[in-house]
Nanobody, 126 residues
Framework: EVQLQASGGGLVQAGGSLRLSCAAS????????IGWFRQAPGTERDWVSC???????????DSVKGRFTISSDNAKNTENMVYLQMNSLKPEDTAVYHC????????????????WGKGTQVTVSS
């Protein structure tokens, strides 16, 4: 069973930082790109960032470039993790953040994904 569980969200003041974690299991981690999407109430889902586990390449939406950093850790034998370090947070970053997996990083950059997990709420106060 594929599982993607995001955690690490919370309430932070503008300018602050949060680190989101995504625990991935149930699929061959190295064969997939893992990404982060976010969705605020009343808005469409937005792609934020993704990482290729095959070659380590990373991509960011323009709105978060220079502030967010995605990384992957599959050194553990039993749990594969992807992180999103979010710095210099802004109120417009407020959303539910989900992690997702897709066999094609280019598809993910277009907003598609094979698997999608439960999200974690990030709230940035002004």
């Amino acid at each position: 069973e594929v599982q993607l569980q995001a955690s690490g969200g919370g309430l932070v003041q503008a300018g602050g930082s949060l680190r989101l974690s995504c625990a991935a299991s149930g699929f061959t981690f190295d064969d997939y790109a893992i990404g982060w999407f976010r969705q605020a109430p009343g808005t469409e889902r937005d792609w934020v960032s993704c990482i290729s586990n095959s070659d380590g390449s990373t991509y960011y939406a323009d709105s978060v470039k220079g502030r967010f950093t995605i990384s992957s850790d599959n050194a553990k034998n039993t749990e594969n993790m992807v992180y999103l370090q979010m710095n210099s947070l802004k109120p417009e970053d407020t959303a539910v953040y989900h992690c997702a997996a897709d066999s094609s990083i280019m598809r993910m950059r277009r907003g598609d994904m094979d698997y999608w997990g439960k999200g974690t709420q990030v709230t940035v106060s002004s």
